[in-house]
């Protein structure tokens, strides 16, 4: 490739990054999924491209609890990490935009939903079991992993949380492919989605 036309593309490519940054107007992209879904990794990378600040809910939960998730399940119980949850995620999305990666929970609660519809678009990372279950396997930070057999637990969360997740405004099929080129998913179905061109699905004709 000749030199003008690789300039000319990376051109075309910072254009479209420009475009997707302003339709986003004073919005927040909130990524949504269960528990290894990349949301943290992908999440990082796309606020990178977009010259975003990056916010992981579980990190601020962490830090304003001075404790780790793990430690605030086993000595609070897990309905008073929702309540500090519920309460980061409103928090967050009242800032400026950022790129936020919520907890796998997080989705599930009406008022939570409500909040990110209004201040936020959201797409769900959604990710087979397989996927998932390599992923989770690698860390043990997770306490509703440790209440039973992971495969078990997961399976039943995906029957759970799906139909709900399915509510997001985009939907992203995260695979077992390096991160970027989920982001680069990511990228081109917000840039659909943001100019009203497509049904929200990303995943159609793939
Ligand atoms: C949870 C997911 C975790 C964390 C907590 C509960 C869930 O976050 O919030 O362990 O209910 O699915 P990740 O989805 O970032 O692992």
Redesign the pocket.
Known sequence: MSLRLAERKKELKQERLARVREALGSRCIVLI?????G??AVGRRLANRLGLAFV???SEIELAAGQT?SEI?AEHGEPY?RQG?AKVVARLLQGDPKVL?T????YMDAGTRATIKANGVSIWLKAELPVLLHRVRRRDN???LTAGDPETVIRN?MQERYPVYAEADITVESRDVPHEVIVYDVLEALARWLGGETTPDATGGR
């Open positions: 999924g269960l528990m290894g879904a949301k943290t992981d809910t579980d998730v399940f990490f949850e990666a907890g796998g929970g997080a997770r306490p509703l969360l």
